[in-house]
């Protein structure tokens, strides 16, 4: 769709991530910035519209806010960024702003909209829209939403079907009955996409630290992973200058009251290793008084040189997804992963002198007392800094849920709210070997494995009357 000159139109709209778990309790708050709503904001602000953001996951900000919020800005737009866990509880938010004003036009983008969009088969398609009917949700952006948000701020009229039929990448209300148009085409060149601007954040501050995304999408088929759904299944990264070219950006533009944190968001940082040593010697070049930390894969950390000029360039600690202690489980999930290959990843990292942050995963359907056993036994082999331990989740479009979730057989711990249960702080897949309470305890086991590792919980027995609780306080890890 082609914006013309007399179709577009000054908007005001308000930008909203919704909390990601209960927001009753103090751990659960993000202390990441909605990066992927900064890159919303820049594009609509190009059209000279008016853009608030509003991060319910902050502490200074709460659900209850809402009804004033929209009350004193009087909004034309509102959109809402929702994960799969999040999605019954945030479209509520949509409900609220009909009720207000019946004229707001409600947006639903994020994760969980891409990926239930992506197979009518899939009962996720059906069971979300259902959930955008009740809470009067108008249009669902389906993948990168950059193009597609501008467009849907240039439309002249939201009830001409016709025009909202132009634009790609969209599923929208049109009386009882949802129209979904043509698949949008990923972005070729990213580096063609504005800076995200912190500014739009009045509370930027606030958050341990800033976020930066080189790349999108990851070259690996994890079974379980959602980027490859997220992206098309494609790999498209920036270039080293470009990257540069925002730091340079942020560290003359954001408020600096602390340390200044960089973390970069990929899903795999260090692929092309060439690139990353251009964005190191940048770095150092241009004396950016910066430290950072990014997520890697084991196969990519095996070049300890690399690794030492990523250290004197700032870089504090690599986050690698080891997954497992079990090598059947290496072959199941597609991981390219050898215990090798993760020993000698983990040693190089150590020896440059950054720390490392260890991921796990239990709780898959065929793990086992002793898989379980192993991958705690492989965790305290390994001089982990830290760790994380996530429960097996079979998120909607992935080939693990495909195989493991398509007849809806994981645990139900909320029965009310069946998205809820895609919280990787909950266990799925439970047997008479594996309970409930054996599960919370390996992974309790799992986090007490290494000593200096952040300890969510006291040492303690865990009862199902607190368990919402601990949910919420363990899980380290956010799905983007």
């Known amino acids: 769709m082609k914006l013309r000159k007399h179709s577009i139109r000054k908007t005001y709209g308000i930008l909203i991530k919704s909390p990601t778990l209960n927001s009753i309790t103090p751990w659960n708050r993000s202390i990441q910035p909605p990066l992927g709503l900064l890159y919303l904001a820049l594009s609509l602000n190009t059209l000279n519209n008016k853009i608030l953001i509003y991060d319910f996951n902050l502490a200074r900000q709460f659900e209850n806010n809402i009804i004033g919020i929209i009350k004193r800005f009087k909004p034309d737009i509102l959109g809402l960024s929702l994960k799969t866990v999040n999605f019954h509880d945030g479209l509520k938010i949509s409900c609220i702003a009909k009720e207000i004003n019946p004229n707001i036009i409600t947006i639903v983008g994020g994760p969980h909209i891409t990926t239930s969009m992506m197979n009518e088969n899939n ?38 079907k016709k025009e909202l039929e132009e634009i790609k990448g969209i599923i929208f209300r049109s009386g009882n009955k949802w129209v979904k148009t ?4 990923l972005i070729q060149d990213i580096d063609n996409i504005p800076f995200p601007d912190y500014s739009f954040l009045p509370y930027h501050w ?7 995304i080189t790349s999108r999408g990851c070259p690996s088929k994890c079974s379980f992973c959602d980027a490859r759904v997220i992206w098309g299944g494609v790999y498209r990264q920036r270039t080293a200058e470009n990257i540069l070219a925002e730091i340079n950006f942020h560290t003359h533009t954001l408020k600096k009251s602390k340390e200044f944190l960089i973390s970069f968001t990929d899903d795999t940082f260090m692929v092309d290793q060439k690139r990353v040593a251009e ?14 930390q990014c997520e890697a894969r084991a196969v990519d950390t095996q070049n300890l040189n690399l690794l030492k000029l990523m250290r004197k360039a700032g870089c504090k600690s690599v986050f690698l997804g080891l997954e497992s202690g079990d090598a059947n489980t290496y072959k199941k999930v597609l991981k390219p992963n050898s215990f090798d290959l993760v020993l000698k990843a983990v040693n190089n990292i150590k020896e440059s002198g950054m720390a490392v942050v260890g991921s796990f995963i239990i709780d ?24 994380s331990c996530a429960f097996a989740t079979p998120f909607p479009g992935t ?7 398509h007849n809806q057989k994981i645990y139900r711990y909320y029965s009310d709210d069946l998205y809820k249960n895609y919280d990787i702080g909950i266990p799925k897949f439970l047997n008479d070997e594996l309970t409930l309470n054996n599960l919370l305890n390996y992974q309790k086991e799992l986090y007490f494995s290494v000593k200096n590792s952040f300890i969510p919980l006291k040492r303690k027995n865990i009862s199902k009357g607190n368990l919402e609780n601990y949910f919420s306080s363990s899980c380290l890890i956010n799905r983007r």
């Not at 043509?182 to 085409?185: A, K």
């Open 279 to 292: 964005i190191c010697e940048g770095i150092l070049k241009n004396n950016y008084k910066i430290n950072w």
């Open 206 to 212: 606030t958050y341990d630290s800033y976020l930066m």
């Open 182 to 185: 043509e698949d949008r085409p």
């Open 364 to 387: 898959f359907p065929w793990d086992n007392n002793k898989t379980i056993r192993e991958t705690i036994k492989f965790a305290k082999s390994l001089e982990l800094d830290s760790i």
């Open 123 to 160: 009962y996720h398609f059906q069971l979300t829209l259902m959930e955008m009917n009740k809470n009067k949700a108008d249009i669902g952006v389906i993948g990168e939403g950059e193009e597609t948000f501008k467009e849907l701020a240039a439309v002249t009229s939201y009830s001409n």
């Open 399 to 405: 080939d693990f849920f495909n195989k493991y979730d």
